[in-house]
């Protein structure tokens, strides 16, 4: 059939065909006929087929293509996103729209449905609407520029929309008798609820497999299925759309859409909220540029990766790893806002010393210094140093979080002195600074927390038996009992010493009281931070000191044995090249028991009953000569016997009367009698000076007639008459007028008394020192026995027998101001007066005895010269 091409039609047939019919000399039945004309319409070509402009004939199309008009336009191959039948296109994704644009009768996709990247500028037969496939979105799927990107692990991505954080499902079930037209039931619902259609997700059957996929179309084509519908909101809205579903009128409202739609349908259950957690960690934030989602921060206990917009997440910290930063590992920042690149990468491993718990679990759990124990008591807190905050987390329970820095003593009752026991300290390290430093052997495995410092007892553990430092190695490792650290950063523990007790790994407690260990290098060590160990330095009093420079194990003060002693101990002098100078180091510097004394060991000294102890500076036998400081001449126990029998009770204890040194002297208020004290009662004053006229009145008389009588010419006359004098005071006093005034009894008794008296002494005196021989056997008698009272004075154990008769003896000094009664007056006086009556009054009265003998001297060489 005659066509030209013309314009957008493609091509113009002519209306009609004139067919000229002539029969050229012919006729029939001898009659002619004139020509015949008669015009012919032409026809469409069939669906199916399509004008062939060369063979000017209705040609069919194959299977693989269709034709939209089959009088214009040739058979068009089927595109890749659809199926043809030779006939028509039917497009491959429901809901996508076709529609001719550049050749009429060609079809070329417009628009796709949510979840569908639309693929139109690449070439006729490549154009489809590709489904984006699982957990991706699409921002736009009628803009071929945008394509399918992956929907953010933390959101949810409905039907391949754009994603929704902070989302939950509410679902519901419908049983729908045959064919189901997926577009118009989740329209249908979605205006029932008042929720973007986009939102609607139909899931088909048992298996609730997409409705739109080939298994659950071809199940769907001959029975009823089930369909289970989805509604993604925001978890803010779901119990409000849950309420929705559940009333009547959203039932029946969705059954009369789905009627209008003819589709029969029942509704099963609907309302119902999953409870899947929300996938989102608390700290998680996206942005949107230009349609695509940007992961920009993440919480702490998890890593920030966002090498692609593909891969974009937050990863959480499995136990035993964690992370303070996400962005600890990635790239630095060139531009505002960062765009800083995130690679995959591990979480750092959790040292030794510390638990990491999972990073969605709180985050004071994420990570936590494991808890030391110092003995039984517990390192109550531990600081931790994170991003220039300072935070302490107490064990005193069970942690629930960190807390600003606080008062270990305000909080525990610790002490100043005992707070660098309890120091831990974690500090979290990104990157080597000025001022994180030291980190110089974590330099490749930072960021990470390290150890800082550990607390007494423990040593800070950070490198493997090779040496090699390792974060993961770090931990507070405690000594244990029996072992102890000079300084938990230098380690490692050492063995407790003989000397010493060490309980809990932290305290250092000398056995013996008083003895004193301090830290040195030992020589023996490579390492001489490492090699510090506690050496004893001094022992106290009663102990020699035991130390061996190659066997620091052994270092202990031993005690001086039984029946030996020491006042002082052993110590250690100086430290020359690691080599130490000790005194009083061996069992022969200890003291022999001095007589009169009990020792037990040790520095023990007790004086036994009748000794008294008194020490004084004195020389070690070696060094006796070249003693001179103060330091160098320990004190020698001197034990004295006591002079007085009874007085010393042993230990320095006295009689009960008695005090001061060897039990000399006796108590204020009692007075020296004998080898006793006795208490003197009442007021001595007027009696001390009755006394002093008394003696002083017999010391003239006697004086009188020992040194004056043969000087002075008369004498007795004058003496008779001083005595006469005195019997008439003594008669005036002593002998009153009784009643009758009769006193001349009492008088001539007494008279003739006192002049026997007088008489019988003078007899005495004048034969003793008249008769030589006499007068020297009384002197000798008397020395003698002045001798042996001396013995007393000797520390010699004397007989009991020989004791009595040296303190008899001891009358014969003479010392009548110990005779009871007497020695009452003279209590109280103090000790330099007596000194000086003592040593003095012997003098004086030597000087009063001569003093006649040189007046008379005086007067006969006066007469010499001077005859008138």
């Not at 001390?688 to 002083?696: I, T």
């Not at 009548?816 to 009054?841: D, E, M, N, R, V």
């Amino acid at each position: 059939w005659p066509a030209t091409e013309s314009g957008n039609l493609g091509r113009i047939f002519q209306p009609f065909l004139v067919v000229t019919h002539e029969l050229e000399g012919q006729t029939i039945d001898g009659v002619a006929f004139p020509p015949v004309e008669w015009n012919i319409t032409r026809r469409s070509c069939r669906a199916g087929t399509a004008y062939n402009m060369d063979t000017r004939v209705c040609e069919a199309c194959s299977e693989a293509q269709y034709v939209a008009r089959p009088d214009y336009t040739s058979c068009f191959k089927c595109p890749k996103g659809s199926a043809c039948n030779g006939i028509s296109l039917t497009p491959v994704t429901p809901a996508s729209r076709w529609s001719e644009n550049v050749l009429p009768g060609q079809l070329w996709v417009q628009s796709c449905p949510l979840g569908h990247k639309l693929i139109n500028r690449t070439g006729y037969e490549n154009q489809e609407c590709a489904k984006c496939p699982a957990n991706t979105f699409i921002q736009d799927p009628n803009d071929p520029s945008h394509n399918c990107l992956q929907c953010p692990k933390s959101a949810r991505c409905p039907n391949g929309g754009p994603p929704i954080f902070d989302a939950k499902s509410v679902s519901g079930v419908l049983v729908v008798e045959g064919a189901v037209d997926t577009a118009s039931v989740a329209a249908s619902i979605a205006s029932t609820l008042g929720v973007d259609a986009r939102l609607v997700t139909l899931l088909c059957g048992p298996e609730l497999l997409p409705c739109d996929s080939p298994t659950a179309t071809g199940r769907r084509l001959w029975s009823s299925v089930s369909v289970t519908f989805e509604v993604v909101v925001a978890a803010s809205e779901s119990a409000e759309v849950s309420e929705r579903m559940v009333s009547d009128a959203f039932q029946q409202s969705l059954i009369s859409s789905l009627e209008q739609s003819n589709i029969q349908a029942a509704i099963s259950s609907s309302g119902t909220v999953a409870e899947e957690e929300d996938p989102r960690p608390p700290g998680e934030v996206w942005i949107e540029s230009n349609g695509v989602y940007l992961l920009r921060e993440c919480p702490v206990g998890y890593l920030l990766i966002n090498t692609t917009t593909e891969d974009q997440e937050c990863v959480e910290c499995e136990r035993g790893y964690y992370s303070l930063s996400p962005e600890d590992g990635c790239e630095p920042c060139v531009s505002t806002p960062c765009d800083n690149k995130c690679t995959p990468r591990q979480c750092t491993v959790c040292p030794t010393g510390a638990n990491c718990d999972k990073g969605s679990t709180d985050k004071w759990r994420h990570f936590v210094p494991k808890t030391l124990f110092i003995g039984e008591q517990v390192v109550p807190s531990v600081l931790v140093r994170a991003n220039d905050v300072i935070q302490r987390l107490w064990f005193d329970e069970v942690p629930r979080s960190y807390a600003l820095n606080d008062s270990l003593s305000t909080r525990f009752n610790v002490t100043a002195q005992d707070a660098g026991r309890f120091a831990y300290e974690w500090e979290y390290v990104a990157s080597c600074t000025q001022d994180t430093t030291p980190c110089s052997d974590a330099q490749n495995q930072l960021p990470a927390f390290l150890l800082r410092r550990c607390p007494s007892g423990h040593v800070h553990e950070n490198t493997s038996r090779s040496d090699i430092f390792g974060t993961e190695l770090q931990a507070c490792v405690p000594c244990g009992p029996n072992k102890y650290v000079v300084d938990p950063s230098r380690p490692p523990c050492h063995d407790c010493p003989k000397g010493a007790t060490c309980p809990d790994g932290a305290a250092f407690i000398p056995s013996v009281p008083g003895s004193v260990f301090l830290p040195e290098p030992d020589p023996a060590a490579q390492d001489t931070e490492a090699g510090t160990r506690m050496r004893i330095n001094a022992c106290p009093a009663g102990y020699y000191i035991s130390r061996d420079d190659r066997f620091p194990l052994q270092d202990e003060c031993i005690m001086c044995p039984y029946n030996s002693y020491l006042l002082e101990g052993g110590r250690v002098t100086g430290i020359v090249d690691g080599i130490a100078t000790t005194v009083l180091n061996k069992i022969e510097d200890c003291l022999a028991c001095e007589i009169g004394a009990n020792c037990t060991g040790g520095s023990t000294v007790v004086a036994r009953y009748g000794y008294f102890r008194k020490d004084a500076p004195w020389s070690r036998r070696e060094d006796h000569d070249n003693a001179s400081a103060a330091d160098q001449t320990p004190r020698k126990a001197q034990v004295y016997r006591c002079a007085t029998s009874g007085a010393c009770l042993g230990n320095n204890e006295c009689d009960p009367n008695r005090h001061d040194i060897v039990c000399g002297k006796c108590k204020p208020g009692f007075a020296q009698a004998g080898n006793s004290c006795i208490e003197c009662t009442g007021e001595m004053g007027t009696w001390r000076l009755v006394a002093a006229v008394v003696v002083a009145i017999f010391f003239l008389f006697v004086w009188f007639i020992l040194s004056w009588r043969p000087v002075i010419p008369k004498a007795d006359s004058l003496l008779a008459r001083l005595m006469q004098s005195i019997t008439g005071v003594l008669n005036a006093c002593l002998c009153s007028t009784d009643a009758v005034g009769d006193s001349t009894g009492c008088w001539s008794s007494f008279k003739t008394f006192v002049g026997w008296c007088f008489t019988s002494a003078w007899s005495v005196v004048s034969a003793i020192f008249t008769n030589a021989r006499a007068s020297q056997y009384g002197k000798v008698l008397i020395s003698f026995f002045q001798v042996l009272s001396g013995f007393m004075i000797f520390r010699v154990e004397w007989p009991p027998e020989l004791t009595k008769l040296l303190e008899f003896c001891a009358i014969f000094q003479f010392d009548f101001l110990t005779i009871p009664g007497p020695s009452c007056l003279w209590a109280g006086i103090s000790f330099q007066t007596k000194l000086l009556a003592y040593t003095i009054g012997p003098l004086a009265m030597c000087a009063l005895l001569w003093l006649p003998v040189l007046v008379q001297t005086l007067i006969a060489t006066r007469r010499k010269w001077n005859p008138k």
